[in-house]
């Protein structure tokens, strides 16, 4: 089977209204500066642009992060043709909704249990947890 999945990985976000949202969108930005995985631009997925939708479309290990049960991301995603393996709720995780501010260090223990049961599934997963692509497991 011929896949065409990239290795690294992507991270998609809610960034609505609610501190939850922001939170959410905080996170992915965190996951991006510290190198962990590229932020892809959710609005342009929704908007329909084809290089976000392809850019998506085309990694295996796409982190998605809703700021409350609406999964208003996962959602745009699944809209879009995408369906994403690793799915997050902050709201499920610990973070009130609505709230106007998320505490830093709610933020920095989020971050680090989003990094751990998105190495757990991929531990689950069909390939290598050393994220090579091309080591099946049988």
Avoid: W
């Amino acid at each position: 089977m011929d896949e065409k999945f990239e290795t690294g990985f992507l991270v998609v976000s809610c960034s609505g209204g609610s501190g939850s949202g922001q939170a959410a969108n905080d996170l992915a930005r965190e996951l991006d500066r510290s190198g962990f995985a590229r932020m892809v631009c959710l609005a342009g997925i929704g908007a329909g642009l084809e290089e976000c939708i392809a850019e998506a479309s085309n990694v295996r290990d796409l982190i998605v992060i809703d700021g409350c049960e609406k999964a208003c991301s996962q959602k745009l995603l699944e809209k879009a043709g995408i369906k994403p393996l690793h799915t997050f709720c902050l709201t499920k995780m610990g973070v009130s909704c609505p709230v106007s501010q998320v505490d830093p260090e709610l933020l920095d223990r989020l971050r680090k249990k989003i990094k751990l049961l998105f190495g757990q599934n991929r531990a689950d997963g069909k390939y290598a947890v050393c994220g090579c692509d091309s080591c099946p497991r049988e």
